[in-house]
């Protein structure tokens, strides 16, 4: 067993980090959520942020687009030309994608600073593109409302997680600890 445990250790070792860390983070994701009440249609402070920010960028394009409370449900309207054409509700705000992120980097360790700095930047990243992936669906939905499932299901997760995963990839082969033992092989 000994013997087992060791020849695994690297994958167990991720493994607890990774867990630990998406645990962690989480617990304190769930904490803050709890914070308001979604049977009086709040919405979280960081998603009404979101929205915000795509209703600046969607009035770069059209300046009469909007971001609305909903009345009767914990999300935030998108209005664009005059047409509402998506909601944000908690989701969509990529919080959840972003603990995934930094659960991995956390898992795959590397040195302190530039752990710390590319959390940030990959943070920073992964929410500007969030942003940018919500008005351009937003926009896309006014334009082709028919391919609704398929934008929103489909095509706009693509863009978000493959962008995570490069930045993985980025992360495990050129700062992880785990990078200097591939190149001296």
Known sequence: ??????????FL????????????????YQTYLNRFDASKSEVDSFTTFVAEQTETVLTWI??????????????????Y????????IEGCNA???????????????????NTIVFIL??????????????ALLSIALYHFPQYQHLLHGVVFPLIIYGVVFLLWVIW???????ATVFTKK
């Open 1 to 10: 067993m000994r013997k087992l445990f060791l020849l695994y250790k690297p």
């Open 13 to 28: 070792l991720f493994l607890v980090k990774f867990l630990l860390t998406y645990v962690f983070l989480t617990i304190i």
């Open 62 to 79: 059209d300046s009469q687009s909007y971001a609305i409370p909903h009345l009767r449900e914990p999300s935030i309207k998108i209005i």
């Open 81 to 88: 030309h005059n047409k509402y054409v998506s909601r944000i």
């Open 95 to 113: 919080l959840s994608v972003i603990i995934l992120f930094i659960a991995f980097i956390i898992a795959f360790s590397g040195k302190l600073k």
């Open 121 to 134: 930047l990959g943070s920073i990243l992964i929410h500007v593109l969030n942003v940018g992936r919500i």
């Open 172 to 178: 495990v082969n050129k700062f992880s600890y785990h």
